[in-house]
Nanobody, 125 residues
Framework: QVRLVESGGGLVLPGGSLRLSCAVS???????MGWFRQAPGKEREFVAA????????YYSDSVKGRFTISRDNTKTTVYLQMDSLKPEDTAVYFC???????????????????WGQGTQVTVSS
């Protein structure tokens, strides 16, 4: 049983920063870990992904240069450092994993089998 638990969300002023964490437990051989977000009334959208071994990263255009995805050396925690936050970044943020996912599928939420419960990020003055 794979379990993903996000933490670190909250309320932040525009221009501020937050660091999200995703703790991974259970047995998974996922080569990639992803972060997605979903705002009210909108579809879930890709934010970033990281190759667990090697650390290659992928970002959506909307967050490139502002967000950084990383993982710890034990590969049991994935982080999303979010800087220069904007009101349009407000959403519930989810981490995701799948043992079979390949590079071409990274931006597709339907390709991931395992999801966390999500953590709310609100950017507002």
């Amino acid at each position: 049983q794979v379990r993903l638990v996000e933490s670190g969300g909250g309320l932040v002023l525009p221009g501020g920063s937050l660091r999200l964490s995703c703790a991974v437990s259970g047995s998974t051989s996922s080569r990639y870990m992803g972060w997605f977000r979903q705002a009210p009334g909108k579809e879930r959208e890709f934010v970033a992904a990281i190759r667990v071994s090697g650390g290659h990263t992928y970002y959506s255009d909307s967050v490139k240069g502002r967000f950084t995805i990383s993982r710890d050396n034990t590969k049991t925690t994935v982080y999303l450092q979010m800087d220069s936050l904007k009101p349009e970044d407000t959403a519930v943020y989810f981490c995701a994993a799948d043992p079979s996912i390949i590079t071409s599928q990274l931006t597709n939420p339907g390709a991931y089998s395992y999801w966390g419960q999500g953590t709310q990020v609100t950017v507002s003055s």
